[in-house]
């Protein structure tokens, strides 16, 4: 029989698997106290008596995954990671340093299915979901790298986590439980290309997390153009589903909106994306488009930035233009994966 890895066993499946040796349940909690620490080998959990420890090598492994490839800004303390799993695939991941802390920034697939016109995650399609096990080593890895710790998670590196839904709700349980992590829901934020299903799901889940909506435009016709989701998922029915996740968890929602030279910068584009979304408690997050090699688009000036971001103001919407970070290490969504399977 085959070991059986720890790495993505619940408390209860720990629990499960020391009483089948005859352990008693309070180990589980130990034992899980070691695995998100970043420890992978049982001798060093030093808690543990001895005769524990010989059975649990015998019957169990704690897997990891390994650092391929890692860029450290010179610009700033971001950190880029790319991410080996087991099965030989790989995922990005970006640790930001603020002054309230580190946030990691985490992929929850392998590429991206959503195909949206201007991210490089999705080129090559999806290969698969992750677990939440694997989610949860993003994070264990850069804080043994770093030595630091992550006070602060955003789903916003590959893949599109609404569509890897009982993973990322575990993911989250996780991150959150004082056993793991003990990050603060308001501290977790999942980012989505807009799948109203999932985010109906979400609102009833009782964990409210931040919930960041990919939004990118202020219409159909221009939405329909950027992100192909939007015709299956149009704007009016993903704002409903936004108010919804609004009532249910009474917290504000983040719209981010890349701005793209000539396509989505417009005065008209601010003031209809201004009436859109003026009766919502949310906040309006815009992001210099990131340059993506081979793609004929381009971000738009900063004044241009500014404009937008003043008219939005001027409605009374809560609008901050994101400061770029890592922007000398192809930090950004997809790119550095992207570039190593290129070469
Ligand atoms: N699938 C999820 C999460 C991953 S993308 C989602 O769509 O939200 C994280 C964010 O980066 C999204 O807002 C995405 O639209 C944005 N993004 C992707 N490519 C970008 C680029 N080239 N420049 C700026 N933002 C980009």
């Known amino acids: 029989m085959g ?36 420890q992978t080998e049982f001798e060093k959990m030093t808690d543990l008596p001895k005769d524990l420890i010989v059975k649990l090598k015998d019957r169990a492994y704690i897997s990891m995954i390994n650092i391929y490839k890692k860029h450290e800004s010179t610009l700033d303390e971001t950190v880029k990671y790319v991410f080996l799993l087991e099965d030989g695939n790989m995922v990005e991941s970006v640790k930001m340093k603020y002054s309230f802390g580190n946030t990691a920034c985490i992929s929850s697939q392998v590429g991206c ?45 590959s893949g599109e986590p ?34 109203i299903p999932g985010i109906i799901r979400l609102a009833d889940e009782g964990m409210p997390i931040t919930l960041a909506v990919s939004l990118h435009a202020p219409n159909d016709a221009i939405r329909n153009d950027l992100m192909p989701i939007n015709k299956l998922y149009p704007i009016l029915q993903l704002l409903d589903a936004c108010k919804y996740y609004i009532i249910k968890t009474k ?25 859109l979304l003026k009766d919502l408690l949310c906040h309006v997050n815009l992001i210099p488009l990131n340059p993506v090699e081979g793609k004929q688009i381009e971000r738009s000036t900063s004044s241009q930035i500014r404009r937008f971001e003043k008219i939005l103001m001027d409605s009374g919407i809560s609008t901050t233009i994101r400061r770029e970070m890592g922007s000398d290490i192809e930090a950004a969504c997809g790119q550095l994966r992207r570039s190593l399977l290129m070469r």
């Open 251 to 275: 917290r504000r929602i983040t719209f981010e909106y890349a701005l793209i030279s000539k396509i989505n910068d417009s005065e008209k584009c601010a003031r209809e994306l201004s009436n």
């Open 113 to 157: 299915a959503m195909g949206c016109t201007f991210c490089a995650s999705t080129e090559g399609g999806m290969v698969r979901n992750l677990s939440w096990g694997e989610m949860a080593d993003e994070v264990i890895a850069i804080e043994k790298d770093s030595n630091e710790k992550v006070s602060r998670v955003v789903v916003m590196g």
């Open 162 to 195: 609404l569509l890897n839904y009982d993973q990322i709700v575990q993911f989250i349980k996780v991150m959150n439980s004082s056993l793991a992590f003990n990050i603060s829901c308001r501290r977790l934020t999942v980012s989505t290309c807009g799948i």
């Open 3 to 38: 070991k059986t890895n720890l790495k993505g066993c619940t408390l209860t499946q720990m629990e499960e698997f020391l009483k089948q040796m005859d352990e008693p349940a309070y180990r589980a909690k130990q034992i899980i106290k070691w695995i998100y620490k970043g």
